[in-house]
């Protein structure tokens, strides 16, 4: 099962990417587990300022943006 | 993660009158219409952060200050993830630091915005060492 966590202080661009993460997992039937993490400090965990940031099994692969549906599945499932 | 320092205006106009360095997280857009008005001041926009904190000395206490105090938390932590030991971050940013008379230039005509990816919504965790404002 994937690690999915989206950071993100709950301003509208990352209410954007987690909605867009939860089509995306259930449409492609991903088996994984999704988290939003808000709090300041765990997301500074992961060094990064450019918010939203999707992080998938630990690993920061994108931040600061919200990408198209295509790019979402890709880093999604890669 | 130790919770971050934070400061009132009036503390951190008080620390700037001693030379303590300010940095400015805003953006260019944002200083042009108004900035801080001190002595040691030095701009990192926060979307440039990441790439460009470096630049901020880490042997020296810094004051780290934006529009509303959400942007400038978020950068007091990423500093202190790095190593930096006596920084400190500015609560109610600008806006307020204006608003108590102490000295800008140019005219502040946002009165908020800002944060995390551009607006305010950063939620605060710091810890909130001075009750003065």
């Not at chain 1, 209410?15 to 492609?28: G, P, R, S």
């Not at chain 2, 806006?95 to 950063?122: M, T």
């Amino acid at each position: 099962m994937k690690d999915v966590k989206i950071l993100g202080s709950g301003c509208a661009k990352c209410n954007l990417l987690a909605d867009a993460v939860k089509a995306v997992i259930a449409a492609e039937n991903i088996n994984a587990s999704i988290e939003k993490v808000e709090d300041i400090q765990k997301i500074l965990t992961y060094n990064v300022l450019s918010l939203p940031a999707l992080v998938v099994d630990g690993e920061v692969r994108l931040k600061g943006r919200v990408p198209d549906r295509a790019e979402l599945k890709d880093l999604l499932t890669r | 993660m130790n919770n971050a320092v934070e400061i009132c205006p009036t503390t951190a106009f008080g620390l700037t009158e001693k030379g303590v360095l300010l940095v400015d997280v805003r953006e260019p857009e944002e200083f042009a219409e108004a900035s801080f008005d001190v002595r040691n001041l030095m701009l990192v926009p926060f979307s440039q952060f990441e790439e460009r904190y470096h630049e901020i000395p880490a042997d020296r206490q810094v004051i780290i200050a934006c529009h509303v105090g959400e942007r400038s938390l978020m950068a007091t932590y990423f500093l202190m993830n790095h190593g930096y030991g006596q920084v400190v971050n500015m609560q109610h940013g600008i806006v307020r630091w204006a608003e108590k008379g102490f000295p800008v230039k140019g005219e502040l005509k946002r009165k908020s915005g800002g944060c995390c990816c551009g607006s305010n919504s950063g939620k605060h965790a710091g810890n909130h060492s001075s009750g003065c404002c």
